[in-house]
């Protein structure tokens, strides 16, 4: 009986087709064709013009808005792509997820709320996906509402090589964590920068609002690292740096994974106290919008070394150590 031979194709959503690209010559790849469209009434269509029979299949999207999507079509085009993947005869069907939408209701924080994070792992799930690649997704408990495999990577090393190459002195860096939620994460970079730590306690008076309360640690002359998971207004980042220049810090550098920059976050950015803002392509960023203090990172590198160890059944874990 001839042994049937593995083969990976990797194909991109609407969203962030310069990271698939990227992605896809990381892995010595051409991306895969497939037709998508929106039919007048702004229903979404896909069609693989490459076959995909017995093939691994990797699907990246972002569940963001970009590209002229906003985050609900580019939710609903990635079921659609992964069910049109399943009905071609994939072997399997991989969802890099490099933004996953709706992450912040992972939770009952009132009462009669839905937990929307585990409505889409159960949407990903029903469409016929093996296994989920995340990036830095804003609970690591998310992880557990998905029954498959999960690989979730974080963005960390990228930040730590970069602010080491500026040259900062150890002794004057100082990681602040933007909530208590955060504090785990910014323990970890702390560790790898060898910096000080201080953390900070926000308050939600209203949706989509936030202040902060409370700073717990010193910042006095310190070159402070405010880092988030993602930023979408902005507001509560800048809030954060004028807090920390008010308490003595010397200047204020803000990292995060997903530039969502929603509404006034590039105005307010750009007017606002903090140095420098860096974070990574796993969320569009137009590149008339990285010229100011915004400066963007690409993880297509570690995105394609993951997708290379999942398909040869390597240590994921390998990549971290």
């Known amino acids: 009986m001839t042994q049937m031979q593995k083969t990976m194709a990797v194909f991109s959503g609407s969203v962030n087709p310069p990271l698939a690209d990227g992605i896809a010559k990381e892995l010595g790849l051409e991306l895969g064709n497939v037709k998508l469209e929106k039919f007048a009434n702004g229903e979404i269509y896909a069609r693989y013009l490459d076959s995909v029979r017995g093939a691994d299949v990797f699907i990246v999207q972002s569940v963001c808005s970009g590209s002229g999507y906003d985050v609900n079509d580019a ?77 979730h990577m974080t963005a960390m090393p990228l930040f730590v090589d970069y602010y080491k190459d500026k040259g900062f002195d150890p002794e004057k860096l100082c990681v602040v964590s933007p909530d208590v939620g955060r504090a785990k994460a910014a323990k970890r970079f702390q560790l790898l920068l060898d910096s000080d730590i201080a953390i900070m306690h926000k308050d939600r008076p209203r949706h989509n609002q936030s202040e902060i309360t409370a700073l717990i640690g010193d910042v006095t002359g310190k070159i402070c690292i405010i880092n988030d998971d993602m930023i979408d207004t902005g507001g509560t980042l800048c809030a954060a740096a004028d807090t920390l220049l008010a308490r003595g810090a010397e200047k204020v550098y803000v990292c995060a994974t997903h530039g969502l920059f929603s509404g006034p976050a590039y105005d307010r950015i750009e007017e606002s106290s903090i140095e420098e803002v860096v974070v990574t392509d796993a969320v569009p960023v137009p590149p008339e919008r990285q010229t100011g203090k915004i400066k963007v990172l690409s993880i297509a590198g570690l995105v394609g070394k993951t997708i290379e160890r999942v398909y040869s059944n390597g240590s994921v874990a390998q990549l971290f150590e």
């Not at 992964?82 to 209701?105: E, L, M, N, P, W």
């Not at 937990?115 to 799930?125: H, Q």
């Not at 469409?127 to 609970?139: F, K, M, P």
């Open 75 to 151: 939710l609903m085009e990635l079921l659609i792509m992964i069910d049109a993947a399943k009905r071609a005869s994939a072997r399997s069907i991989c969802a890099v997820i490099t933004h996953y939408g709706y992450a912040r209701q992972e939770r009952k924080a009132a009462p009669r709320e839905p937990i929307t994070a585990r409505l889409v792992a159960d949407l990903i799930s029903s469409a016929g996906a093996n296994r989920v690649i995340a990036i830095d997704l804003h609970q690591d408990a998310i992880q557990g509402f998905f029954d498959l495999p999960v690989n």
